[in-house]
């Protein structure tokens, strides 16, 4: 499931950006916490590691019981992740639940404008 069996040998100064990524979510495990606060996990992956990060981030749900929060402008990870949606309205000043269908909606009008 992990795409990087050597990657723990490396130096982390050395490593790609999206590996990075990848062993920042390791070091968050060993803690062992029920919940993993993960920041834009899916900045530099290509499609194929992608898939992998979700199928991965999935297993630690379901393996683990883990909760996840994740901070993304991804919306992939929210329509492939995504339980609840909050969203940071920056005019407003506030934080809220949002549908996840509408945050979806609105992020994909922002890219194509």
């Known amino acids: 499931m ?17 590996q990075r990524r990848w062993l ?4 968050g495990l060993v803690y062992q916490r029920k919940i993993l606060m993960i920041d834009e996990p899916s900045a530099g992956l290509d499609p194929d590691l992608y898939k992998d990060l979700v199928r991965f981030l ?28 909050y969203h940071i309205d920056h005019v407003k000043n506030k ?14 009008e922002a890219a194509m404008s």
């Not at 920042?24 to 070091?27: D, F």
């Not at 999935?58 to 949606?85: C, E, G, Q």
């Not at 934080?95 to 994909?108: A, G, P, T, V």
Request: cysteine-free; glycine content about 2%.
């Open 58 to 85: 999935m297993s630690l749900v379901d393996k683990y019981n883990i909760s996840l929060i994740i901070s993304t402008h991804d919306p992939r990870i929210i329509r492939d992740l995504a339980h609840r949606v």
């Open 2 to 18: 992990f795409p990087w069996k050597n990657i723990l040998k490396e130096n982390p100064y050395k490593i790609s950006f999206g």
């Open 24 to 27: 920042s979510i390791l070091l």
């Open 95 to 108: 934080i809220m639940e949002i549908d996840k269908e509408k945050i979806l909606k609105m992020m994909y």
